[in-house]
């Protein structure tokens, strides 16, 4: 029901449109309130129901104290949800499964369909099996529906079968460009009770960098494919009123510099800063020198500083974009009045209350690149050689690949790739600084190798084997796009070409790209050094790079070569962009261009050229760099709203692959047992109509103990399958040939192989084992060493329930749903560490999963446990009689019988997941409500 307590319900009239709005200076205090919270302020006046959003959160947020921390509880109602393949095909299944749970409740399976608007991207599948070819693009296609087209049937499905849910198909740009180049409404109508309600479009999505959306003054960030699928499913997201940084920005860029420089620079220094699960508001007279493709790259990034939204204010360059991407003039006019009319219109001159302030003169920004395995290790471009030079031999020696103390910083994120290794405590493995005298003596280890077509040459460590142009993070912007393309046309006019040992590709994020390409002729130069057109889609950014040429992949292994990439991409993660690859480097598209020329990271732009002309002269960097105003011309002359207009015309149609998949029909899903990619969800199974009491636990043992900065990479299935691996046996068992595992990534809506992936990161460490990396585990019942999978289902078989003991920082890293289902199916009840990142933490209780604390101070370690105990955890019962506990007790039992008891925090921060955990897991808790009904 909804409720007025401040009778902010009013009219707006634009044009000849009423709409209905909920006015932010009905309460007192809101018109102080940064542009996010503002946001924020407007959702709770809108959903205000008396229940979940009642008077006290409205003026709790009005009366927001921007020194204090958080404290207050709020419920916000995203406008919509938005998601990618890899991510979004499980809540698909889980939203197929609560069909039929549904009906097993007494309820109708038609009541089961996102109440907000929910669209799907498919971009995260494709990979870069081909390159260097015109066919590249039609090859890898191809490839792509032979791996996924059960995934795909699936997808099209449920695009007929559920009511406000859209798919995007493969082939046509990645999620968060597709989002700001057309998804996104900046503000929002919708009918309710038979008025016209005006209000701003919010989002959240089942991707990190879901934040893009925030250049265009849209607040929405990552979450769990849980959080999501309650989303979807009209439950309100319980969250913190948070902190909120102010980052000023004045000055304008440098020629030379670009938008991937800004927000490199921008990431070292909201990371030094620390804002973990903080909004970041840009302010300032320079945020009108920003342009909507800058300001998209920097919201791009949020977690790579680890805030939880970077957001720009919605201004005239806002509604120039929207006119841009073919937006319609009614849209463009709603925006600008409603944003007026709420105090959301940017004014440069007015400085809101923040919690905390930062400065950036761009003026001063330089030319960067970041690495070699973290995004916010900037490095100059004028250090980058003697940076190498420092760093490599840590690399060789095999400490480059451990872990930092500031390693554990990082909250590292990841959507489908090989793993990074975090969790080791020897911090003699930090990344060395640049140091000018190394340069020159360098290791080097030149090994002759045959290329394909025959060419003879040398790989050497330092190398650069992968320089790929990829990722929403720069591909959305047609100013580095452009610089990247008048550069390589500038190279191939004066006869340089790429190194033969470096794997070119360009992956755009939409197919306006290639409409601005083709339009200023500029592909064929991009072609004749090797950048082809290779897919629309998150391709080398998220692990999906393909093979390396055969013989380099072996040369690379057998003499253990530390060869490089260089992506445009936002992560650059230890075994994310290829497992043949240990360094990987973050830069600009015109500078991935520069180091496919110089085919090496041991370079100096400055004085070391890239090659010589067609008359013997030397070429440098400086030589085919194109100034801004060639780039701007280029941009005038060739971008225009028709492209987005003729390329979204007709978004969700497909092409005739997509056409052509037989799909099935009905309301509910047919499942197909000897699927191996989608499978019924076990989540709903002997789920009764009310929720079984909370017990406490008793008898426990350790699956894992793990050390700081776990992330979700570590916990979470991604990557390849590899054929010994418990997943693997299970798909050979299944009669699936090894050449057709595909990634864990593309069978996510299959919880046998998801199960069975949980843990299993090549460079995960228990430290129930000695020097042991994978996802093993010591079965503390037999002593043996076995999978963790295999472990897990002998102690289930037993009836024996888990723990997993953890250090700082639990789950950092993106909204990775089977993170917390896995951890749920393994067995896992409790989760014990001395700190969570906050969306794990969040879908832990989603999924049923208690996160407990340390005692401030207190580790495993000084409180001397080494996983061998048995635990009982008791208290958690209060649940029960509606309260929370703050702690629990926890008594850690020796073989020998020694105890160790101590006071655990509980980390069920809100009412609202106190009442998901109660029931069991926040899916289940809407089930029942929804049943109810």
Known sequence: MSVDSFQAKSTLTVGDTAYEIYRLDAVPGMEKLPFSLKVLGENLLR???????????????????????????????????????????????????????VVELGGNPESINPLNPAELVIDHSVQIDAYGTNQALEINIEREYERNGERYQFLRWGQGAFENFKVVPPGT??????????????????????????????????????????????????????????????????????????????????????????????????????????????????????PLANRATIGNMSPEFGCTAAIFPIDDVTLDYMRLTSRSEDQIALTKAYSMEQGLWHDPAAEPRYSEYLELDLSTVVPSIAGPKRPQDRVPLTESKASFAGTLPDYISGKGLQPTELDRAVEMTMDASDPVAVNSLDDSAASAPADPDQASDRPHRRVPITMPDGTETELDHGDVVIASITSCTNTSNPSVMLAAAL???????????SKP????SMAPGSKVVTDYYEKAGLWPSLE????????????????????????????????????VSVLSGNRNFEGRINPDVKMNYLASPPLVIAYALAGTMDFDFDSDPLGQDQLGKDVFLADIWPSQHEVDEVIEATVDSDMFRDNYASVFDGDERWKALTTPEGNTFEWDDDSTYVRKAPFFDGMTADPQPVEDITGARVLAKLGDSVTTDHISPAGAI??????????????????????????????????????????????????????F????????????????????????????LGGKEYGSGSSRDWAAKGTALLGVKAVITESFERIHRSNLIGMGVLPLEYPAGETAESLGLDGSETFSISGITALNEGTTPKTVTVTATKDSGEETVFDANVRIDTPGEADYFRHGGILQYVLRQIADK
């Open 173 to 290: 740009g990645i999620v968060h460009q597709v989002n700001i180049e057309y998804l996104a409404r900046v503000t929002m109508t919708a009918e309710d009770n038979g008025a016209l309600v005006a209000y701003p479009d919010t989002c959240v999505g089942t991707d990190s960098h879901t934040t893009m959306v925030n250049g265009l003054g849209v607040l929405g960030w990552g979450v769990g494919g849980i959080e999501a699928e309650a989303a979807m499913l009209g439950q309100p997201i319980s969250m913190l009123i948070p902190r909120v940084v102010g980052f000023k920005l004045k000055g304008e860029i440098p020629a030379g510099t670009t938008a991937t420089d800004v927000v490199l620079t921008i990431t070292e220094m909201l990371r030094e800063h620390g804002v973990v699960g903080k909004f970041v508001e840009f302010y300032g007279e320079g945020v009108a020198e920003v």
């Open 528 to 563: 004749a050094l090797g950048f082809n057109l290779v897919g629309y889609g998150c391709t080398t950014c998220i692990g999906n790079s393909g093979p390396l040429p055969e013989d380099i992949s072996r040369v690379v292994n057998e003499e253990d070569l530390t060869v």
């Open 777 to 804: 585990t010591k079965n503390l019942l037999t002593g043996e060493q076995e999978s963790i999978y295999d472990a897990s289902i002998a102690y289930q078989e037993a009836g024996i329930p888990l723990v997993v």
């Open 47 to 101: 959903t205000e129901d008396g229940a979940n959003v009642t008077k006290e959160h409205i003026e709790a947020i009005a009366s927001w104290d921007p020194e204090a921390d958080p404290d207050k509880e709020i419920q916000f109602t995203p406008a919509r949800v938005v998601m990618q393949d890899f991510t979004g095909v499980p809540c698909v299944v889980d939203l197929a499964t609560m069909r039929e749970a």
């Open 722 to 775: 590899k054929a010994d691996s418990p997943a693997g046996r299970y798909l050979t068992e299944h009669g699936i040939a090894r050449r057709d595992f595909n990634s864990y990534g593309s069978r996510r809506g299959n919880h046998e192989v998801m199960i069975r992936g949980t843990f299993a990161n090549i460079r995960l460490r228990n430290q129930l084992l000695d020097n042991v990396e994978g996802g």
């Open 487 to 497: 550069l390589a046309k500038k190279a191939a006019d004066l006869g340089l070409t």
């Open 501 to 504: 040992w470096v794997k070119t």
